[in-house]
């Protein structure tokens, strides 16, 4: 069974900076693929980011380019999702999730979800 917990949401002002973690509980966390959804209030959830299980390929959605980095640990069985230059507009649910394609950007693609944290961005 795998279990996954984000951490790290909260408020910030626009333009400033936030990290999200996610603590994955599994036997073999360097052989999935990991990556971040959001869902904003009365919006689906939309994909954000991903990486691959080696770390080394990494695939963002156009709306976060250049302001979001996605990274793992696999040592410590963690991906991180780094937020910078945040937007109102990036307020929402931010959710890990765990997978074996991480150029999917489906939500339905993804096998493995967590609770959520929240990201509050104020203007």
């Known amino acids: 069974q795998v279990q996954l917990a984000e951490s790290g949401g909260g408020l910030v002002q626009a333009g400033g900076s936030l990290r999200l973690s996610c603590a994955v509980s599994v036997r073999t966390f360097s052989n999935y693929d990991m990556g971040w959804f959001r869902q904003a209030p009365g919006k689906e959830r939309e994909f954000v980011a991903s990486l691959m299980w080696s770390g080394v390929n990494t695939h963002y959605a156009d709306s976060v380019k250049g302001r979001f980095t996605i990274s793992r640990d696999n040592a410590k069985n963690t991906v991180f999702l780094q937020m910078s230059s945040l937007k109102p507009d990036d307020t929402a649910v931010y959710y890990c999730?765990?997978?074996?394609?991480?150029?999917?950007?489906?939500?339905?693609?993804?096998?493995?979800w967590g609770q959520g944290t929240q990201v509050t961005v104020s203007s």
């Open positions: 999730v765990v997978g074996f394609n991480y150029r999917a950007v489906v939500a339905a693609s993804w096998k493995y």
